[in-house]
């Protein structure tokens, strides 16, 4: 089988090469046609000898998941389907913003983790997404959209926050970002780059230490009861653990705060009483609060909070000295907004059936 060369970093594409009997020093001039360029044909890369160009054209590709479907939201967003195997598809979203373009990328088939509001974990959990298949939205969409005027890539920020938790597949995340980071793939700064987590408080502690990238946070509950039923990975981490990961990230992060996101939900968590009870939760981490109002999906009981209690929940946090923004809806009109991509997920954990049966 072809060696799909997106499935490296740099570190090991260097060592690809090396034990091709190559320098490393091709590796890196490699990945610049790759990523900098977005070519995929060996044979275009001209720079490099015509002998290695065979070589890596008979044992390796560069290939990206397959395209089976592309929206066009009114408001610009664009949305596709890739198409990642075995009856599986990931959605990827690109969100036109005047100073900046924004991918958000998706990290698993489906999630395992089941927060109540969200539609991805509705649907169960199929599998990890490789690197090649998380990088390979980055090529993608920036090889569909063109290069600016400019020269540069469209694509100024990537924000981990598609489907699936990107902490509980590390390893094939930590590698895609090293790539988006990397000079020679598309150098983007680690402070455009963020990961939005529900709180794998260890893995915080990994990226902290081996990739550390801004970070985004999913609160969504101001008390550890009403957080254990909306998102149930709180039982096994909860707020006082996570809110400590928080502290120890900042001590290595490119921003010097962390972003908590809260989705509000009408008569859930969106009472002023809450918004108090969040600021003397949150008095020890220098953070920005970004409000989500709830997107609906088929199937969910939740409705998104009055425009009146998101402005008065706002007011407390703000009138607290805590930054807070309430998040645009964008591309709802294509489900392409926050929790509302779903994919197509082959269930692997069986989680609809035992829900049907009663027994989840
Ligand atoms: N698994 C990661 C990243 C993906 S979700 C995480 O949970 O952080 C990206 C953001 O969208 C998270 O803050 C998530 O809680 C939020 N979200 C999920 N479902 C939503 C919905 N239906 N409406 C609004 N936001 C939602
Ligand atoms: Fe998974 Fe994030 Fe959705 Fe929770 S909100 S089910 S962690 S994708």
Redesign the pocket.
Known sequence: MQQNLLDFDAHALAAYFTEMGEKPFRARQLMRWIYREGESDFAAMTDIAAALRDKLAQGACIATPEIVREELSDDGTRKWLLNVGTGNAVETVYIPEETRGTLCVSSQAG?????A?????KQGFNRNLGVAEIIGQLWWANHRLGKNADGNWPISNVVMMG???PLLNFDNTVSALRLMLDDHAYGLSRRRVTV???GIVPAMDRLREECPVALAV?LHAPNDKLRDQL?P?NQKYPLKELLAACQRYLERAPRDFITFEYVMLDGVNDTVQHAHELVRLVCDVPCKFNLIPFNPFPQSHYRRSRPDAIQHFRDVLMSADIVTTTRKTRGDDIAAAC?QLAGQVQDKTKRTLQRSMGVA
Not at 111 to 115: G, I, M, N, R
Request: glycine share 16%.
């Open positions: 999630c395992a983790l089941d927060c509001f969200c539609s991805t974990g489907m699936g938790e939005s987590t529900s999913s998102v990975i929790g």
